[in-house]
């Protein structure tokens, strides 16, 4: 087993991952998960979903279980009012965030305070601007429609991340509208975001991910005033090859 040090106050472990090409490693994920998971893998009829939810829950496990100093397997996963999993029976509390687009992962795992994190593929014909009416705020489709077209998919993508990392680490989903908060300008030095989510402030950045993805991460922060600088690591190479 793989034990991993603990993040510090203020570091994010970011995981680059992708969808196991050999059929014995799908099969070695498959074997660490819970029962219930399994029943649940088994349900799903696509065969593609289903080997995406058994590398997601799998490598979830084994990465938690590095931190926690035990088998994959005894993870215990539970699940808040509207889905966010997280580890119950731990004493000290370690926020995670499972992100997936087709068969790229992104785990992002923090000590003591909640984590966002989101990655889309960029896709080509999608009605961005009908799209931005129902999840940014009016600000933020006020800023998408002064831009020409070749530059409103990038801008489009890289709101749409960032909402939803927010959304995530504040454990609503979209079970809140995204129109709700507004996420600030970068900062020019850092390039650091400030959002305001379901009363719980974050820190926003956006991710460098290859080509055709677009990812943000999203931490909680007790004060906006007060934010310190986050280090990130990075376990994985971001590489979705």
């Known amino acids: 087993m793989k034990t991993s040090p603990w993040p510090l106050d203020n570091e994010v472990h970011l995981y680059g991952l992708t969808l196991p090409h050999h059929p014995s490693e799908l099969a070695r994920l498959g074997g660490l998960l819970a029962p219930g998971e399994t029943a649940r893998a088994g349900l799903l009829k696509s065969e593609q979903i289903k080997k995406r939810y058994i590398t997601g829950r799998g490598l979830l496990r084994e990465i938690l279980g590095g931190y926690l100093g035990m088998e994959a397997r005894k993870v215990q996963l539970a699940a808040e009012a509207h889905g966010k999993p997280f580890l119950a029976d731990v004493k000290e509390k370690l ?43 009016h600000h933020e489709q006020e800023h998408l429609s002064r831009l020409s077209s070749p530059c409103l998919e990038a801008a489009f993508y890289q709101c749409w991340v960032r909402k939803e990392a927010c959304l995530k680490a504040c454990g609503r989903g979209f079970s809140l509208p995204g129109n709700s908060f507004d996420i600030s300008p970068p900062n020019a030095k850092t390039g650091v975001m400030i959002a305001c989510c379901n009363q719980k402030y974050l820190q926003v950045l956006d991710l460098d991910v290859p080509p055709r993805h677009c990812a943000a991460l999203a931490v909680e922060s007790s004060r906006a005033a007060e934010i310190p600088p986050l280090v990130i690591r990075i376990d994985h190479q971001l590489s979705f090859n």
């Open 95 to 137: 926020g995670f965030n499972l992100a997936h687009s087709g068969n790229s992962f992104l785990l992002a795992v923090a000590a003591n305070r909640e984590v966002g994190v989101d990655i889309e593929t960029i896709a080509p014909g999608k009605p961005l601007e009908e799209m931005a009416k129902m999840v940014f705020s």
